[in-house]
């Protein structure tokens, strides 16, 4: 079974600082490794993911994830923080073959931005 | 191009009845997914459509229940409403059903159950 764990419901930054959102997963075969971001009252809509192609993944609004093996980590970054950022992320997974099986979410980390 | 569209927006049913949540693909996808958001929680996934068939399924009872149409879009089915059935139900379509394949959210139907 597939399990991911996201360390941290609320995480707070200041604007213009780093943001790092830490992912962990749990797969017996090679996963898929999704970030989605959900803002109040909207459904999720994707930053990024991983497919096994480049291990360093650049999504939108300047958002970027490693996948790391060894780690077993997805973690998100954004060099500088903007107020828009703030928002709940999801990290997912699904796994090669297991398209049927859906998409496995973590609890999500809530990001607060500080002026 | 027209998104991923969900309604209704809101519904407030009574423990016991019976609810239709609809959804309506992105054009061109042919695989529909549901998931249940409880409040504070991710989203868990209820099941797949690909082309009008169920081809997966998560850790639901089978009061959930649903359909896929000849033009993609879909309902969810939930009968015998319960408390904890209090969710986010947010509709996903993509272009097929692979694993890899991006899965774009529609906005979702908040059910309260009374």
């Known amino acids: 079974a597939q399990s991911v764990t996201q360390l941290g419901s609320h995480v707070s930054v200041s604007e213009g600082a780093l943001v790092l959102l830490r992912c962990n997963y749990s797969?017996?075969?090679?996963?898929?490794l999704f970030w989605y971001v959900q803002y109040p009252n909207q459904g999720l809509q994707l930053l990024l993911k991983?497919?096994?192609?480049?291990?360093l993944v650049k999504g939108i609004n300047g958002f970027e994830a490693e996948f790391k093996k060894s780690e077993t980590s997805f973690h998100l970054t954004k060099p500088s923080a903007h107020m828009s950022d703030a928002a709940e992320y999801f990290c997912?997974?699904?796994?090669?073959?297991?398209?049927?099986?859906?998409?496995?979410f973590g609890k999500g980390t809530h990001l607060i931005i500080q002026p | 191009e027209t998104g991923v569209t969900q309604s209704p927006t809101h519904l407030i049913k009574t423990r016991g009845q019976q609810v239709t949540l609809r959804c309506s693909s992105q054009?061109?996808?042919?695989?529909v997914s549901w998931y249940q958001q409880a409040l504070g929680q991710g989203p868990q996934f209820i099941f797949q459509?690909?082309?009008?068939?169920?081809?997966g399924r998560g850790n639901f009872p089978p009061r959930f229940s649903g359909l896929q149409f000849p033009n993609y879009s879909s309902e969810l089915n939930v009968n015998a409403l319960e408390l904890d059935d209090s969710a986010l139900y947010l509709c996903?379509?993509?272009?097929?059903?692979?694993?890899?394949?991006?899965?774009?959210f529609g906005p979702g139907t908040r059910l309260t159950v009374l």
């Open positions: 054009s061109g996808h042919n695989t």
């Open positions: 797969s017996s075969v090679p996963p898929y």
């Open positions: 991983y497919t096994s192609a480049a291990t």
């Open positions: 997912a997974v699904s796994y090669v073959g297991g398209g049927a099986d859906g998409l496995t």
């Open positions: 459509y690909y082309r009008e068939e169920e081809n």
């Open positions: 996903a379509s993509s272009l097929g059903g692979g694993a890899a394949d991006t899965q774009y």
